[in-house]
């Protein structure tokens, strides 16, 4: 059995819990640093944006409406199975240019960045909510409530953290996202697709397309549907359109840099607040 | 009633379904499918909590579909209960849009035929320029097509001047053979236009009874020469969905049947699907439903 053939991975998206090829049935040549080894990576196409933001619609009073402690469990879980796919995400991140140190380091502040995430759950919004003093017979006060639909265009450097540090704050806060996956770094994105898939995370909740960022910035910064957007990134012509198009249906946007992604200078409930809307309810109390 | 000769081939329906369904239409012709699919919008709110508010918000949207696009159609008409016809009247006052009303113990048709005719007088006395009725279907599939044949041509009588639409209610109806004769009995009997569903039987209308009855209106016409018009009803909410019936009509019936006065889709929410979809295709931005009015 020595000339056995090895069964390859084919690459693909995840869409409404669904992994799904790109409908324009469009590829593009992705090469791998360490063995030269040639694959092919699904191009996304604003059709598949849409649909991604209708899933993500769809999912969204679903998991707004969860109990904190239940979407705790959930990332925790993320965590678990990311844990028992180590060796498995270095290899890919071996694959995209890291040294084994290196990935191996990625992997593990990926898996603790979940962890730490998914503590949050249920205690920010005991730090950011508030009680507020009004000269009036009013009992004031100030919740958080979840944006609904973000868009996420994840960083180009990194291939597993810069991604799940994107989205583990928008989801714990109760959004759904679409998340686009950087041409660059684009080969964890069955490996995180099938780690969401199994571990109890809604369809629709998190999906995640590879294609050009160039060709989808304009859907992900104009879609109506698109409550917030956030953007990785450095690129001062991109941000301008994004920021323009935005204005459209007043998106929240949050522009990130590499701070924001990298582990410990990531690490914050604030990451939290980029996707929360508050709310102030004024309620009488009679004289 | 002689019996309707004409067999469904069943699986040829499916195939031609299929083939339709497949017609991409993109860009311009896209725009224009959109925009007659929204001439050709009977508004419906068919519910047991409607009240004279909420019809005369439906007349509202009849009238202004979105107010920041200008130069768009209205609806063809609005269908409500009987008892709205006044207050929909009232509020359509100085616009083309039709009223239309169901009668004769809508959805069920479950009463004696003298109650279902004083119901249609009234409905038409009250100004109803259309009126929806319900076919027997109990005494259809108990093959009693005289009496269907009779009800119809009498609820024709009743409504004067008022166009009738006959529901043949597809979705008790089992087969598309019976659609067929059902479909066959309904015009010989004087309907003005024939309709898939009530809306309250799942399945509603569905492409390929829709198809059935086109056939069955095409050889009437080459029969008897008179244009009978169709609507299909309940569970068309996409524009994606209009714009296949659209191509099932032009392919079926022609170009003659490309107009609201013998096509309807009978719905509610189709037409802020559509409208999103006619901005969508102006700005090229995708659109949400919450820009939109409630349905």
Request: one cysteine or more; charged letters at 25%.
């Amino acid at each position: 059995m020595n000339d056995r053939i090895g069964v390859r991975k084919t690459h693909k998206m995840f869409i409404n819990g669904k992994f799904a090829r790109s409908e324009s049935e469009r590829t593009f040549g992705w090469t791998t640093s360490d063995t030269k080894d040639s694959t092919n990576i699904c191009r996304a196409s604003r059709k598949d944006f849409r649909d991604s933001v209708l899933a993500a619609k769809n999912a969204f009073s679903g998991w707004s409406s969860r109990t904190a402690y239940n979407r705790a469990q959930i990332i925790y879980r993320c965590a678990e199975i990311l844990e028992g796919r180590s060796a498995q995400l270095v290899e890919e991140l071996c694959a995209q240019g890291l040294n084994p140190e290196d990935a191996q380091l990625e992997v593990r502040q990926t898996i603790d960045l979940l962890v730490y995430y998914a503590g949050w759950a249920d205690k920010y919004q005991q730090l950011f909510s508030s009680v507020n003093p009004v000269s009036a017979p009013y009992f004031n006060f100030t919740a958080l409530e979840a944006t609904g639909v973000v868009a996420i265009i994840a960083p180009r450097e990194s291939g597993l953290l810069g991604i799940v540090s994107a989205i583990a704050p928008t989801l714990v806060g109760g959004n759904t996202c679409v998340t686009l996956i950087s041409e660059e770094n684009p080969l964890c994105t069955s490996s995180l697709s099938e780690t969401l898939h199994t571990s109890d995370v809604p369809a629709g909740v998190v999906n995640l397309l590879t294609g050009f960022r160039s060709e989808l910035i304009e859907q992900f910064s104009t879609h109506m549907e698109v409550n917030a957007l956030i953007y990785f990134g450095e690129d001062k012509d991109e941000i301008t359109r994004i920021e323009t198009n935005a204005a459209e249906n007043v998106k929240r946007v949050s522009i990130c840099a590499r701070r924001d992604w990298e582990y410990e200078s990531s690490l914050s409930p604030y990451a939290i607040l980029r996707t929360q809307e508050t709310k102030t309810t004024w309620h009488p109390i009679g004289f | 009633m002689k019996l309707s000769e004409t067999k469904v081939d069943q699986i040829g329906v499916q195939e031609r379904v299929a083939r339709l369904q497949s017609r991409s239409i993109k860009a311009d012709s896209k725009k224009e499918a959109l925009t007659l699919a929204l001439s050709m919008i009977d508004l419906t709110t068919l519910e047991g909590r409607d009240s004279p508010n909420k019809v005369r918000q439906l007349c509202y949207k009849a009238t202004h579909l979105h107010e920041s696009f200008p130069g768009l159609p209205h609806v063809a008409a609005i269908c409500v209960y009987a008892p709205m016809i006044r207050t929909a009247k009232e509020a359509l006052q100085g616009s083309t849009v039709k009223v239309a009303a169901v009668a004769t113990a809508f959805p069920s048709g479950m009463t004696s035929l003298e109650t279902k005719l004083d119901e249609v007088k009234q409905a038409a006395q009250d100004g109803a320029d259309e009126i929806d009725m319900v076919i027997s279907r109990g005494r259809f599939l108990s093959g009693d097509f005289d009496y269907v044949a009779e009800e119809i041509n009498r609820v024709k009588e009743a409504c004067g001047s008022a166009h009738l639409k006959v529901i043949l209610e597809t979705g008790e109806l089992v087969t598309l053979d019976n659609v067929r004769t059902a479909s066959d009995i309904a015009m010989a009997a004087g309907a003005d236009f024939i309709k898939t569903s009530t809306g309250k039987i799942q399945p509603a209308a569905t492409p390929e009874v829709t198809l059935v009855m086109m056939q069955a209106i095409k050889d009437f016409y080459h029969k008897n020469g008179r244009k009978v018009g169709l609507k299909p009803a309940g569970g068309i909410s996409k524009s994606k969905q209009a714009i296949q019936y659209l191509v099932m009509l032009r392919e079926t019936l022609g170009q003659d049947w490309l107009n609201p006065d013998l096509f309807r889709f009978g719905a509610s929410s189709l037409a802020n699907d559509i409208l999103m979809q006619v901005v969508k295709q102006n700005t090229g931005i995708y659109q949400s439903a919450s820009y939109f009015s409630l349905d």
